[in-house]
């Protein structure tokens, strides 16, 4: 069975530009969670989905961040623009209700 | 509020046996998770305890007692792979992961 994947591993982009990252779960699991993990610091959760909705976005740091999860399936998270300071790790993780979480190899991202 | 306490960094040696440490507080309770964690790779599952008492998976154990807001994980016969930050992370009452900031684990020869 496939894992939860994550696409691209790595993307360099110039600051004031959009980024789009792409978070596949593992089929069937309702629940998917974005974290970034910034070099030097803990992993900070920023939302929670189960299925399509929103259940928890107390996360996102500001409102250039936007993450989407359409038809409950696959999730994309947005940064736009992108500033210095969203350089890092972004992981997606995904899981049923009250299991353990099964986390993608992340994306690197770089703002220069 | 919720706070998860886990020490920075540890020392040990191969072959030895090395337990870290993990002390929360939360108002909600779903389970505690123990993650590894290499440089630059994303975290791997170890462990997960929602009653107390100890979880042995081959060199990894892990110990949780609810009613203390402690857990630890044991790692025996430590192997120079096993040199990566260690990862605490308790599930809340919203199905949210809470983590702590990780206890990076040196193995010396």
């Known amino acids: 069975e496939a894992g939860v994947t994550q696409f691209p591993s790595h993307s360099v982009i110039e600051k004031g530009q959009t980024v789009t990252l792409r978070c596949d779960p593992i089929?069937?699991?309702?629940?998917l969670y974005w974290y970034r993990r910034v070099m030097g610091k803990e992993i900070k959760f920023l939302l929670h989905?189960?299925?399509?909705?929103?259940?928890?976005e107390s996360g996102m740091p500001n409102n250039r961040f936007l993450a989407e999860r359409t038809g409950g399936t696959y999730s994309t998270l947005k940064v736009q623009p992108a500033e210095l300071e969203d350089s890092g790790v972004y992981f997606c993780?995904?899981?049923?209700?009250?299991?353990?979480?099964?986390f993608g190899q992340g994306t690197r991202l770089t703002v220069v | 509020g919720q706070n998860i306490d886990q020490p920075t960094e540890m020392t040990a040696t191969e072959g030895a046996i090395v337990q870290i440490n993990c002390t929360y507080q939360?108002?909600?309770?779903?389970?505690l998770f123990w993650y590894q964690q290499h440089a630059g790779e994303a975290p791997t599952f170890l462990s997960y305890n929602v009653l107390d008492g100890l979880e042995e998976k081959g060199r990894f154990s892990s110990f949780l007692s609810r009613s203390k807001g402690y857990s630890y994980l044991l790692l025996k016969e430590l192997q120079m792979k096993d040199s990566a930050s260690y990862l605490c992370?308790?599930?809340?009452?919203?199905?949210?992961?809470?983590w702590g900031a990780g206890t990076k684990l040196i193995i010396k020869p």
């Open positions: 989905f189960v299925k399509e909705s929103k259940q928890d």
């Open positions: 089929s069937g699991h309702d629940n």
């Open positions: 992370a308790l599930l809340d009452s919203n199905y949210q992961l809470i």
């Open positions: 939360t108002s909600g309770f779903n389970g």
């Open positions: 993780a995904s899981s049923q209700v009250g299991l353990e979480a099964f």
